[in-house]
Nanobody, 124 residues
Framework: QVQLVESGGGLVQAGGSLTLSCAASGHTFSSYVMGWFRQAPGKEREFVAVISRLGRTRVYVDSVKGRFTISRDNTKNTVYLQMNSLKPEDTAIYYC?????????????????WGQGTQVTVSS
């Protein structure tokens, strides 16, 4: 069992930055591929970014490439999402998720554990 707790969300103006954190407990953190997803009101949960167990592979959705950076610190059991040049369309609840499988998945159903989410609101 893994517990995930996100933090760092908030209200920011367009063009601003936020860094989300996701702290994990309950299992060997480095055993998990970690992903970030987001869900806007009335929309399905969307893949944002994923990082492999040792951080060597990082994949992003096209809409955030060049603006968001996913990273992890396995000594702190934490994964991060640095978000720069934020846009109003980035407004959503952001979730981190953990996946025990091999490979970097973009599909929510392939993830085993989820955090409760943190709200990010970008004003225009």
């Amino acid at each position: 069992q893994v517990q995930l707790v996100e933090s760092g969300g908030g209200l920011v103006q367009a063009g601003g930055s936020l860094t989300l954190s996701c702290a994990a407990s309950g299992h060997t953190f480095s055993s998990y591929v970690m992903g970030w997803f987001r869900q806007a009101p009335g929309k399905e949960r969307e893949f944002v970014a994923v990082i492999s167990r040792l951080g060597r592979t990082r994949v992003y959705v096209d809409s955030v490439k060049g603006r968001f950076t996913i990273s992890r610190d396995n000594t702190k059991n934490t994964v991060y999402l640095q978000m720069n040049s934020l846009k109003p369309e980035d407004t959503a609840i952001y979730y981190c998720a953990a996946d025990l499988r091999v490979g970097v998945a973009k599909v929510p159903s392939e993830y085993d554990y989820w955090g409760q989410g943190t709200q990010v609101t970008v004003s225009s």
